[in-house]
């Protein structure tokens, strides 16, 4: 076999996974698309559909990577992600909310640093918790860590909307020996059960800002006016970009991770995973590893939690039930858990099908019957069977589509961990190396494609 | 053993688990408050005693939640995530039943089968309370046991069943699907909202004096007692002359043991369900006949606190099921002396963090037997 | 119990900085020179050669049950020594308080002159003392090839940080490609190459047992402790597998073998420890062993 056949071959590989992910990301965009042309959406309509399923996409496709990182890698169960991205998010929203004025008194600030200072500090502050947790709690049998991490996550939304720690007077000096802190502040705090105003810059802005971006993003903005969409294009354009922002934020976190992966410090993850006594045996120290994973996967939840509730005007504690958990969990389980490009095609299918999709069929259905009113409750749906109606009934589950959702998602688990355990795209299998392990010299293929160039050129 | 190793034993404690001492620090404050509390009459005594009443009551029912749930876990060797949403489908089942043997005749049939969904009939209407409509709660605990002990055996057979050699994760995980189709079906039918279940105003009361005050003890506290008390003195016969209960005990006493003799029967399986889901069921319909609410969330949100019950008395183990709820039911009540109201439950989490650090086999393991 | 015979006190001292001559060991690139690491210890006259590893007074008590009773022993430098007893004789729970998966009751235990008694079994197996398992502990979902990189001492690519920064990959990747020649080598020498790329839970029992051994080996050990190395492997697989472990030996490497079967260690050990219920029943020559009336009464079921 020639050198230029086994390159051909190689790249046949390498781009069957770029394949895959550009099949499964076209695959729901068209639908989305086709789905907006039957409900008689303009262009601004179509964008704002698709600037929400990028949204999710990249939301999701983030958060199973990090989780990825625990659970398929390093055989951590971890169910207490919320917790870490609620965290992340508070602590930014602490840090880089504008000072209250004075008077202002019913109102929560925060300390009005820059924005950055607060992302910084919240994905500080997630890896710092993950580390506080993982400290006692990495000893313990995975169902017990489970349990542990959950009850995490419940405590630290217990925090959020204590009253406790709705607001703390910020003294106007602090003194740290040598130097004396005059903070703006006055008053902050985590804002109890009615959470809190992100009424800092807005992310986007102040990301364009600091690439000295944000002028001619305007510029582009006051086109798009002229030419394409006449009335108040903004904040269509803007979730487009931010959308584009958190593709971006994807693929850092799987170059990250896929370096991580791809290199011996992955490869005793992977064999903590198959077998702690194991790789103990062969001289590694597997609660350092464990402890580095855990916190790198906790900080980077958090910063998951971060660009998804960044954008959103304001954080309330209900967003941080343990159902988002979950939802990451199936969405690593879809995509195949110990695969980063599984875990972040399973984030994009858990995002375009189960958390979007329901919606948009009811939505679909009803723009292409006229349906009339649903019935109020399930008494009324079922009434319509006394006359062999069925009408009613129909209505209702369609009315009841943001609930139904959820019971598919579960049905949807029980089955893949019935029929596909392993993952909806099979079992994948990504080399823990940073080089290529096939006999040095030797031309043979290695079946291999994910060593083929460890992601170094990504 | 000398003075001097005993010495030498003790400093290597200090020296090895500062947590261990951390622990004890902790207690001793909270003892040191509390006493300085009732002495200078800034805790009342009979506030305290409400506290401990109401965390006792909340015990009973976590505990014997917490049975079925230790069951299982140790039999089939999984954390099931859907316990508690069994928990709510019995409060639900014996809610409909409680409302339909109430109300019928005056009211539609869907409404009271639907549990009022929607405001359409209301508990306190219907006179719902172990006084006033004596039977319709009798049925309605009954019936929450019978529809929960069907769910938890459908479930297994199809559910569960197939997948029966599989890992305990992956039994937990398929759980948490389990949890959600059910939690989210249960919304679906019988509706979001959380309603007045009983006829609270009507329940008979009684105020017990407690030297600087009374605290109050209501006719639903007492049936909660009752019927606790009844059930788990059931579960110990049963499981003291019957081969599910040898089983058991094998398991609880020598895990490895047991596995040795070979894996449960399908017959064993059947029976830990049966009894595991029944208790559940009623648990559940007592706790809603209790507290006067009913929600879809309601068994969810104190699943976390039968875990910590079961971890806390040794999972397998029936009386540490009963033991680690009562502890870790007024843990959440009685906390709030020393912490915020909203930590109550934080606290109990704790308490069971600790424990798993500590002592993983649980508080009661090696002494007793189911 | 019987009287073991006290090490000589010519130890040598030991070289705490194991992974640090990790570096050296991976360039090798001539697999004899790799596998001959410890010529440098001094190789006395067979009267009295330099004992590794030193067991003394081990015990361990589970509850109330004294699984091992005050063992002593050592393990002198190259050689081949076996230790054989019936089931439940503590040989494997022997293993395990060697090699840091337990922590004794009581006693020490000394490799290289350094007391490692209680260390973790990382710290341990950095030090130079290697173990297999007694049921073959491949990890399966790793390909054979992962699990043979798994081994060496003193990556660099194990920080975390050195493996994801783009200055410093470049000198995780060098170590690598390093380390997979000499991986190559090894899967070589044990004739698993063929089977490099296949995921470890795919192969025979047999197989994982060399796969097993080879991946012990990687760690550069001076000695290597095998659990029943031999159940449940064929006949010619367990021909191979004794080949492989004479040639080692004659490296320089110096085994302690845990075996049910008594022909086997017998014929290819030169030294046999038998133990019976938690102590050291006899400590010899096959031949010492062979003649002895207690092994025998043991091993036949008798009282002791």
């Given at each position: 076999m020639s050198a230029s056949d086994v390159r051909a071959r190689f790249r046949g590989l390498f781009e069957r996974d770029v394949t895959l992910v550009l099949a499964v990301l076209g695959a729901l965009y068209v639908a989305y698309i086709l789905a907006g042309v039957v409900f008689g959406y303009g262009l601004r309509g179509q964008l704002n559909s698709i600037a929400n399923l990028t949204f999710y996409i990249g939301v999701f496709g983030m958060l199973a990577l990090a989780l990825n990182l625990h659970?398929?890698?390093?055989g951590l169960f971890n169910i207490g992600i919320v917790g870490f991205m609620g965290i992340g998010i508070y602590v930014t929203a602490l840090v880089s909310k504008p000072p209250v004025a004075e008077g202002g008194a019913a109102q929560v600030g925060g300390f009005g640093l820059p924005l950055v200072v607060g992302v910084v500090a919240g994905v500080v502050a997630a890896g710092l918790f993950g580390l506080l947790v993982a400290l006692p709690a990495l000893r313990l049998r995975a169902d017990y860590l489970a349990i542990v991490t959950v009850a995490f996550s419940e405590i630290v939304r217990f925090t959020m909307m204590s009253r406790t720690f709705q607001t703390f007077t910020v003294p106007d000096t602090i003194d740290l020996w040598l130097f004396t802190i005059d903070p703006t502040a006055d008053t902050v705090g985590l804002g109890g059960g009615g959470g809190l105003i992100l009424n800092y810059t807005d992310p986007l802005e102040a990301l364009l800002r600091t690439l000295f971006l944000w002028e001619p993003y305007l510029g582009f903005v006051a086109v798009v006016e002229r030419t394409l969409i006449p009335n108040n294009p903004k904040p269509v354009i803007d979730g487009l970009a931010y959308g584009v922002l958190l593709l971006i934020g994807v693929g850092l976190f799987y170059l990250l991770l896929s370096r991580t992966g791809k290199s011996p410090f992955g490869r005793v993850l992977k064999a903590i995973r198959e077998d702690e006594d194991v790789a103990n045996a062969l001289g590694k120290d597997t609660d350092r590893f464990k402890l580095t994973a855990f916190v790198l996967g906790a900080a980077l939840m958090g910063l998951g939690g971060i660009l998804w509730y960044s954008s959103r005007g304001s954080i309330t504690p209900p967003s941080f039930r343990p159902n988002i958990t979950f939802f990451i969990w199936i969405a690593l389980i879809i995509g195949g858990s110990g695969s980063n490009t599984g875990s972040f095609l399973g984030g994009a299918i858990f995002a375009g099908v189960l958390y979007e999709g329901p919606r948009y069929f009811k939505n679909l259905v009803q723009a292409a019957f006229d349906l009339g009113d649903a019935p109020r409750n399930f008494g009324e749906a079922m009434a319509g069977f006394a006359s062999l109606d069925p009408m009613p009934f129909i209505l209702y589950t369609l009315d009841s589509v943001s609930q139904l959702r959820l019971v598919i998602m579960g049905v949807v688990l029980i089955w893949l961990m019935h029929n596909r355990p392993e993952g909806l795209l099979g079992h994948r299998k990504e080399t823990a190396s940073s080089v290529d392990l096939a006999r040095p010299g030797s031309d043979g293929p290695t079946g291999n494609p994910a060593a083929a160039d460890g992601g170094e050129n990504q | 053993m000398s003075v001097s190793e005993t010495y030498v034993r003790y400093r290597q404690t200090l020296s090895e688990e500062p947590l261990a001492i951390g622990v004890l620090l902790v207690a001793l404050w909270m003892a040191w408050s509390l006493a300085s509390g009732l002495l200078s009459g800034g805790i009342q005594v009979s506030s305290l005693a409400s506290l401990i009443w109401d965390g006792l009551l909340r015990g009973l029912i976590i505990g014997l939640a917490g049975i079925g749930l230790s069951m299982t876990y140790s039999i089939l060797n999984f954390a099931n995530f859907a316990h508690g949403d069994y928990l709510t489908t019995g409060a639900f089942a014996g809610m409909a039943t409680s409302y339909l043997v109430a109300g019928i005749g005056e009211n539609s049939v869907g409404a009271l089968l639907l549990v009022g969904a929607g405001g359409s009939v209301f508990g306190g209407a219907l006179g719902i309370g172990v006084t006033t409509a004596p039977l319709a709660v009798v049925l309605g605990a009954l019936l929450a046991g019978i529809a929960t002990i069907a769910l938890a055996l459908v479930i297994d057979r199809f559910v569960y069943r197939p997948i029966r050699g599989e890992s305990g994760i992956a039994l937990l995980i398929t759980s948490i699907g389990v949890a959600f189709a059910l939690r989210y079906l249960l919304q679906f039918v019988f509706g979001a909202g959380v309603r007045g279940t009983t006829a609270a105003g009507s329940v008979p009361r009684v105020n017990v004096p407690a030297i600087d005050g009374t605290f109050r003890v209501t006719a639903h506290d007492i049936s909660l007692v009752v019927v606790a008390a009844g059930l788990m003195l059931g579960v110990h016969l049963l499981l003291q002359r019957t081969k599910l209960g040898k089983a058991m005990r094998a398991m609880s006493d020598n895990e490895d043991l047991a596995r040795i003799t070979g894996i449960p029967t399908e017959r064993v399986i059947r029976t830990t369900w049966i009894v595991g889901a029944g208790l559940t069921g009623v648990a559940g319909y007592m706790f809603v006949l209790w507290k006067g609410t009913l929600g879809f969330n309601d068994g969810w949100l104190l699943l976390l606190l039968v875990f910590a019950a079961v971890i806390l008395g040794g999972i397998g183990s029936i009386y540490g099921a009963i033991g680690g709820g009562i502890i870790i039911g007024l843990t959440a009540s009685v906390s709030v002396v020393w912490i915020p109201s909203e930590f109550g439950r934080a606290a109990a989490f704790l308490v069971m963090i600790v424990i798993l650090l500590f002592k993983p086999e649980g508080i009661f393991a090696g002494r007793t037997t189911a | 119990m019987s009287e073991t015979d006290e090490s000589p006190t010519e130890s040598k001292p030991s070289d705490p900085e194991a992974g640090s001559d990790a570096d050296d060991a991976a360039s090798g690139a001539d697999l004899s020179g790799v596998m001959g690491t410890e010529a440098d210890v001094p190789s006395a006259d067979d009267g009295a050669r330099y004992a590794p590893l030193e067991v003394e007074g081990l015990r361990k008590e589970f509850g109330g049950i004294t699984a091992v009773d005050g063992v002593s022993f050592d393990v002198e430098e190259g050689t081949l020594t076996g230790l054989i007893g019936p089931n439940g004789a503590g040989k494997s729970t022997t293993f395990n308080l060697i090699t840091g998966m337990l922590d004794p009751t009581a006693g020490t235990v000394r490799f290289n002159g350094e007391d490692i008694t209680g260390l973790q079994p990382h710290e341990i197996a950095n030090r130079g003392l290697a173990r297999t398992f007694q049921i073959a502990r491949e990890l399966e979902e790793m390909t054979v090839l992962e699990n043979m990189m798994l081994a060496p001492k003193g990556q660099v690519g194990e920080s975390l940080w050195r493996s994801i920064m783009p200055m410093t990959r470049g000198s995780v990747r060098e170590q690598e490609t390093e380390q997979l020649e000499r991986v190559w080598e090894v899967l070589d020498f044990f004739e698993i190459d063929h089977l490099a790329q296949e995921y470890a839970g795919n192969l025979s029992g047999g197989q994982r047992k060399l796969l097993e051994m080879a991946r012990a080996l990687l760690t550069d050990p001076d000695v290597l402790l095998l659990d029943e190395p031999f159940a449940g492997v064929n006949p010619t697989l367990e021909k191979r597998l004794l080949e492989h472990i004479h040639e080692l030996r004659e490296r320089g490497y110096t085994f302690l073998i845990v075996e049910h079967d008594m022909d086997l260690i017998m014929n290819n050990c030169e030294r046999v420890i038998v133990m019976h219920q938690g102590r050291i029943l006899k400590d010899g020559t096959p031949t010492e062993i062979k003649e002895s009336e207690e092994v025998i009464e043991a091993y036949l079921g008798g009282e002791v």
């Open positions: 659970w398929g890698y390093t | - | -």
